[in-house]
């Protein structure tokens, strides 16, 4: 991770990583599905989606020695929560809402557990998206969406297994729709925030 963020420009050389310097660089790795959710897949293409962007960071906590739980949480996007999206977004949430399942960590600082979300990176602010620009122990972060359940997933567990049969069980017969959205959303994203 660290090399990897140094030969992109990012840090400087010798500063060691730490929580808040890793959750920097993970957030403002571009939004975009990687070709698995796997952290080695997303420091190697650099780029990630909810999932594969905080499988990383709970690695990288707990490399840091640090107490870190993946959490799910489902919830819908609506006519409402998406009224900043382009047109062809906010046409597929008219009919209903499009139901999906979100991942971000709970994460035991020094000041308390504390909630952890680095879905959008820092330009994504620019289009309306809900950035958590700080880090500070022990104060919870914004999550990115309405969150409707919430599931902490057992150690373990594996993450993105659990998390697709959460999919399987909530989106059912919506999850064609749902990952035409998300797919929506990362272009969206990648053209307004990336150049």
């Given at each position: 991770?660290?090399?990897?963020?140094?030969?992109?420009?990012?840090?400087?050389?010798?500063?060691?990583?730490?929580?808040?310097?890793?959750?920097?660089?993970?957030?403002?790795?571009?939004?975009?599905?990687?070709?698995?959710?796997?952290?080695?897949?997303?420091?190697?293409?650099?780029?990630?989606?909810?999932?594969?962007?905080?499988?990383?960071?709970?690695?990288?906590?707990?490399?840091?020695?640090?107490?870190?739980?993946?959490?799910?949480?489902?919830?819908?996007?609506?006519?409402?929560?998406?009224?900043?999206?382009?047109?062809?977004?906010?046409?597929?949430?008219?009919?209903?809402?499009?139901?999906?399942?979100?991942?971000?960590?709970?994460?035991?600082s020094s000041q308390?557990?504390?909630?952890?979300?680095?879905?959008?990176?820092?330009?994504?602010?620019?289009?309306?998206?809900?950035?958590?620009?700080?880090?500070?122990?022990?104060?919870?972060?914004?999550?990115?969406?309405?969150?409707?359940?919430?599931?902490?997933?057992?150690?373990?567990?594996?993450?993105?297994?659990?998390?697709?049969?959460?999919?399987?069980?909530?989106?059912?017969?919506?999850?064609?729709?749902?990952?035409?959205?998300?797919?929506?959303?990362?272009?969206?994203?990648?053209?307004?925030?990336?150049g």
């Open positions: 991770m660290e090399q990897e963020a140094r030969a992109r420009g990012l840090g400087a050389t010798g500063d060691p990583l730490t929580a808040p310097s890793a959750f920097a660089l993970v957030r403002d790795m571009p939004y975009r599905r990687a070709s698995s959710r796997s952290p080695e897949a997303i420091v190697a293409e650099w780029r990630g989606t909810c999932s594969g962007k905080h499988y990383l960071l709970d690695a990288i906590f707990r490399e840091l020695g640090m107490d870190s739980r993946i959490v799910m949480v489902t919830h819908k996007f609506t006519r409402r929560n998406t009224s900043h999206f382009p047109a062809q977004l906010r046409a597929l949430v008219n009919e209903e809402p499009v139901p999906d399942v979100h991942t971000y960590i709970r994460l035991r308390g557990w504390m909630n952890v979300d680095c879905t959008w990176p820092s330009t994504a602010g620019a289009v309306g998206m809900p950035v958590n620009r700080i880090f500070v122990e022990g104060h919870d972060m914004t999550i990115a969406c309405d969150p409707i359940d919430s599931f902490v997933v057992p150690t373990q567990d594996d993450p993105q297994a659990f998390k697709e049969e959460l999919i399987a069980e909530f989106c059912g017969s919506s999850s064609t729709i749902r990952d035409e959205f998300i797919e929506g959303m990362s272009r969206w994203l990648s053209e307004a925030t990336e």
